[in-house]
């Protein structure tokens, strides 16, 4: 959920903590974020090659019977994956997902923020509903899709895949969301407005910083004629 459009390095540049990532295609086919955590973050656990894998087909596996009709699989896109999916998109829904919200609950000390500047990060959390776009990923070379997406979503374990169903303009569609992992060790819950404001105005890492990711998601949901007012409200707050 994290992609500023420049500052792309190449497979045999150094990843080191100066050098700046773009989340792009050709970053997520070769594995660059994981090799940057490897290099500047190695204490930090990563999900395996095998888990990564394991939890696609597991998802494909336990996809509800309306879902096996689909061509492909949709994705639910509630921040970047808006602006910046990175894989092949063959269609768009504006819809609602209940049972779940977006919140800026997840602490970064790495990606959008550093041990020294951290930053918050969007999530779904339980309760209420959330406005985003339904995006269908083709089934034509669907598993090579969705490991950039889940390179991209689950390589340190923060979300959890899920089936959910959502309501769009065609009707009910199931798709898949990537909801916070409450036990993880980065899910910090609901912050005062105050603390959420200040690390927003100040996270800053080697994808970019958290004022650039929320400008463009609260840019793209008003280009698609959806109101998130607390986004809108923070970013008023970060401005100022």
């Known amino acids: 959920m994290s992609d500023p459009q420049s500052g792309h390095i190449s497979a045999d540049e150094d990843t080191s903590a100066e050098k700046s990532i773009a989340m792009t295609r050709e970053v997520l086919e070769q594995d660059l974020i994981r090799r940057h955590f490897e290099q500047v973050y190695p204490e930090v656990a990563l999900k395996s090659h095998h888990d990564l894998h394991g939890s696609i ?79 269908r990923v083709p089934g034509d070379n669907l598993e090579r899709e969705l490991t950039l997406v889940w390179r991209r979503e689950m390589l340190t374990g923060a979300y959890q895949p899920r089936w959910i169903k959502l309501k769009t303009d065609v009707g009910p569609i199931w798709g898949v969301a990537f909801v916070i992992n409450p036990h993880h060790d980065r899910y910090i819950g609901r912050q005062p407005d105050e603390t959420v404001v200040h690390l927003l105005r100040t996270g800053r890492g080697v994808l970019g910083s958290c004022r650039e990711y929320l400008d463009n998601t609260v840019g793209d949901l008003h280009a698609l004629g959806i109101r998130d007012r607390r986004l809108e409200s923070l970013q008023r707050a970060v401005a100022s």
């Open 57 to 135: 087909q597991h998802i494909l596996d336990t996809a509800p019977p309306e879902a096996r009709t689909i061509d492909g699989v949709y994705l639910f896109a509630d921040g970047s994956l808006i602006w910046n999916p990175c894989v092949e998109v063959a269609e768009r829904h504006t819809c609602r997902l209940y049972g779940y919200h977006r919140d800026f609950c997840l602490k970064l000390d790495h990606g959008r923020g550093t041990p020294e500047t951290p930053g918050l990060m969007l999530a779904l959390a339980p309760g209420g509903s959330c406005h985003g776009v339904a995006l």
